[in-house]
């Protein structure tokens, strides 16, 4: 299989080219300039593997939740380069993405809480388990809210969970508090709160995808911003 997959919804700006299990990547932190460094990115690992786009399988993207700015750009580089190339999308949450790091930093994580700093006093967060081969499980929905909202998903009660995502780094108490879900109390085995979503982990997490046929058209490559959708009446949803 050969995938390219796109990240650019927090500081973290890169690129990874999967090549029949192998990846590549280019990866670098910036507070800006995601639009100017990421097609660079790109051409230097297809001309690295001496690819073109349309020798590839599929395009991956980090589809949010995120800032608004790097998954429209995230979100348009994908539908441009898969329609102009004739390749399936898969999107991949930018959470999932954050949650697979820290699974694969910790080989004694069972789940992941993460929280990534959504900036207006608010993190995204949801929770993780470890699955099949090791890939990160969604168990809960992706919420935006203050940080004395978060709570644990039910299915993590008793596992050895993990902290991970900047929000853990931007809203200390969430680390120091235990988390509270159905009735039980339980704090977090570790924090890793330099964590953010990278374009490797989207393609680890999009090759299953692709395989089994979760695929999306070119034009149905849009991102997930979830505070929008929270913002919105229930009645509205």
Same mark, same amino acid.
């Given at each position: ?32 300039? &995601? ?14 593997? *001496? ?47 954050? *949650? ?20 207006? &006093? ?69 924090? &890793? ?22 695929? %999306?058209?070119? &034009? ?9 959708? %929270? ?7």
């Amino acid at each position: 299989m050969k995938l390219l997959a796109i990240e650019t919804a927090t500081e973290a700006c890169s690129a990874a080219l999967l090549v029949d299990g192998v990846i590549a990547v280019r990866h670098e932190e910036m507070a800006r300039g &995601h639009a100017e460094r990421i097609l660079p990115m790109i051409d230097e690992l297809l001309q690295e593997a *001496a690819l073109s786009l349309r020798q590839l399988d599929a395009i991956a993207f980090g589809r949010g939740p995120g800032g608004f700015t790097g998954l429209r750009l995230a979100a348009s580089l994908a539908q441009g380069l898969a329609f102009g190339a004739g390749l399936r999308v898969v999107p991949v949450s930018t959470l999932r993405a954050v *949650a697979q790091a820290a699974l694969d930093r910790d080989s004694g994580a069972e789940g992941v809480l993460v929280c990534n700093d959504a900036r207006m &006093h608010e993190v995204y967060w949801a929770s993780f388990r470890r699955g099949a081969a090791g890939l990160a499980e969604a168990v809960s929905v992706e919420r935006v809210g203050a940080a004395d909202s978060v709570a644990l998903a039910g299915p993590l009660e008793g596992l050895a969970v993990v902290g991970a995502g900047r929000g853990f780094a931007a809203y200390p108490q969430l680390a120091g508090v235990p988390l509270v879900s159905a009735g039980a109390v339980l704090a977090l085995r570790a924090v &890793h709160a330099d964590l953010l979503p990278s374009a490797a982990a989207i393609a680890r997490l999009a090759m299953p995808e692709w395989q089994a046929g979760r695929t %999306v058209a070119a &034009h149905e490559a849009l991102p997930i911003y979830v505070r929008d959708d %929270v913002a919105r009446p229930a009645a509205a949803r």
